[in-house]
């Protein structure tokens, strides 16, 4: 009890230190989420953000560095415009406000939210989707009739001989949901084999529209996925 005691005060110092309309928006998500996942599970950690690289070439953000306007889900209720920074590294949401001071502020997003629409990307919490043996964190969703495909993104701090280290580029892996199971197709093979009769006619597709599977950007990949969930429902 002394512990969460202590935790719970700690949790208030820190919404106290930020401006008004921050601590209001940030005291409604607490509310909600404290009474829909237990206090153990608030939104807001109570801890401040640090970047565990700061002398690492480039960084461990998806897409951009910069601060985004997101929209946050809990169940049923939705928190519009909360400035977000994705890092895939940590697989972590940072919400930025300001303190009374104006000094800029960092939190880590806890993960009992349920999805987050961010930088046109919808990515769904692993609690969320409920599926046995799936790593924890966060998946961009891309919905069809017949599956859900989830991309999982990541980077890394690589060390160079006598050099600083360097953030590699944005890998991704690739899964399909289905019937509440998942399968991963992070090859082109293995995604071609998963609508057996279909795999030649997607691999033409793949020729005609020269993909290149592991490094397509998001309107080819979006394009693959419907094309072959077409094919699915014939």
Known sequence: MKKISLMLIALQWVLLSFGQESFQTMQQIVYYTDSLY????????????THKSMRAVGH????????????????????????????????????????????????????????????????????????KGLDAGYYEQITTDNFLFLIKYYKNAE???????KYSKIFRHYYILENGEWIKVSSKKSFTSYFGVHKSTIR????????????????????LIKYSNELQKK
């Open 38 to 49: 237990g206090s153990n599970d608030m939104l807001i950690r109570g801890k401040y953000y």
């Open 60 to 131: 461990p953000y998806f897409l951009s560095a910069r601060f985004e306007p997101a929209v946050v889900y809990i169940q049923k209720h939705r928190f519009r415009n909360v400035q977000l920074q994705y890092n895939i590294e940590d697989d972590i949401f940072i919400l930025t406000s300001k303190l009374q001071s104006g000094q800029p502020a960092f939190m880590e997003l806890n993960r009992s939210v349920d999805s987050i629409d961010f930088m046109g990307s919808r990515f769904v919490s692993a609690h969320k989707l409920g599926v």
């Open 159 to 165: 060390v160079v001989h006598l050099q600083p280290k």
């Open 204 to 223: 033409k597709y793949f020729r005609k529209n020269n993909i290149k599977y592991k490094t397509c950007n998001r309107k080819e990949l979006i394009g």
